[in-house]
């Protein structure tokens, strides 16, 4: 796995490839529950205080079919588990501190409230400027709080984050060539007049998760039902353009494990409904930053919806074990209205409601099914040698997002040539189908 960030600190997002395929494809949960937005999100490490876990669970290539996967997993999985929370009172804090004005200040708080029930709270906040010319990469603010009663199998967490960073100005493929001169090129600081100004260029992102678990004996077997609900904003300040992600996912994960002869069992089921709205308004380049309409306005027609059952077993002797899976997901992407630039309106909803509909912009709601199965057999031959096999098939949902953008702005007459050849944006996107990838 290759990975990298544009810090030295973590304040940033990592970015990567692992088997060569990029890191935003990576499916990323939460004591197993998925944590994504528009799209598959990749790590976001930035966003959660890695002091709190104990472990963190890294699945790729071929991937079991009990793990985790929100809307695409052909980048691998990633599950980060809490530190278990201590019967007895104790504190965790700690300060660092670096070049580049770098600081950070974790506590975390353990206490017991009765014989049962035992509470966890920690916060952090940290922030460094950028290496590389103006501005900053935070503040950035962590507030996580977790409950557990082991007599009654319940757990809850809840985690607060909120970040404001500056963006770091990428080289062209010309300017990578020269490092002596543009290795510091970046955004500038005198014209804050111009596209390029670096106060022009950053993003405010806060993220909002709940989960509240409890397990109990159900058909002589452990199952285990577990409820949340998250939101994401991520305001984006892009030169003359300021885009928002708004998104809202609520949603449950029921599971069951038992044991049948020497065969363990699990079966489970996550359901959810998301709504993710994109939207990019224009805005000027002045210090007053005032509307001046759209470049995309976007509606979505409800909700989308996630059903996805896995079932998956396994058998271990002394020298030979066993496992297979299987998992189906059938995910629902609700329809969108694209919407004409030329709307003056600066508030969402106005916008909406006075807006024009692009020519061939309006977009039926549209399902995508597709099963993964895994299978693997593993035989130890002495203590240091082992020969195993393992299959299994991930997937990747198509992604709307951009192909809106480029239509809207009929980059390049993409939407001339589709109206032209008698067809609409509905048609293209009823064409597409999940992508599915083999792993052996």
Known sequence: ?????????????????????????????????????????????????????????????????????????????????????????????????????????????????????????????????????????GEQNNIAVGFQNDKQKLDSYFIHNTQTSHSFKGLSHKESLDLSKNYKLDYQNTDNTKANFYDYWKEDNSYDEFQIGKGFDCFNSDCKAKFYASKTLE??????????????????????????????????????????????QKVSTTPQRTDQGWKWLNENDGASSVISPYISSSYMSEYFK?????????????????????NKFSNFNDAINHGKVVAGGVIDDTTYNILLPSFGIRYTLDFSTELFFKYSKTFQRPYRYSFFAQYSANKNGIQDNILNSGKTLNDIFKSWDIRDIKHV
Do not use: C
Request: aromatic share 12%.
């Open 1 to 137: 796995m290759l990975a990298k960030k544009k810090d030295a600190f973590g304040l940033s997002k990592l970015n990567g490839r692992d088997r060569g395929i990029d890191s935003n494809f990576l499916s990323v949960n939460l004591e197993d529950v998925p944590n994504y937005s528009i799209r598959p999100i990749g790590a976001r490490e930035n966003i959660y205080d890695l002091e709190n876990f104990s472990y963190i669970e890294k699945y790729s290539g071929a991937i079991s079919s009990k793990s985790g996967v929100g809307v695409g997993n052909k980048g691998g999985v990633v599950n980060l588990k809490f530190s278990p929370i201590s019967d007895k009172f104790s504190t965790n804090f700690s300060v660092s501190g670096g070049s580049d004005n770098f600081y950070k200040a974790f506590l975390r708080v353990d206490t017991p409230i009765d014989e049962s029930n035992k509470i966890f709270i920690s916060t952090s906040q940290s922030n460094s400027s950028k290496w590389k010319r103006y501005g900053d990469l």
């Open 235 to 280: 305001i984006a300040h892009e030169g003359d353009g300021r885009a928002t992600v708004d998104g809202k996912r609520v949603g449950v994960i029921l599971s069951n494990t038992m044991q049948l002869n020497q065969f363990d069992i699990e079966s489970g089921l996550w359901g959810e409904l998301s709504w993710l709205d994109k939207y990019v």
């Open 322 to 342: 066993f496992e297979g899976g299987l998992k189906y997901v059938r995910y629902l992407e609700a329809g969108n209205r694209l919407f004409e630039n030329s």
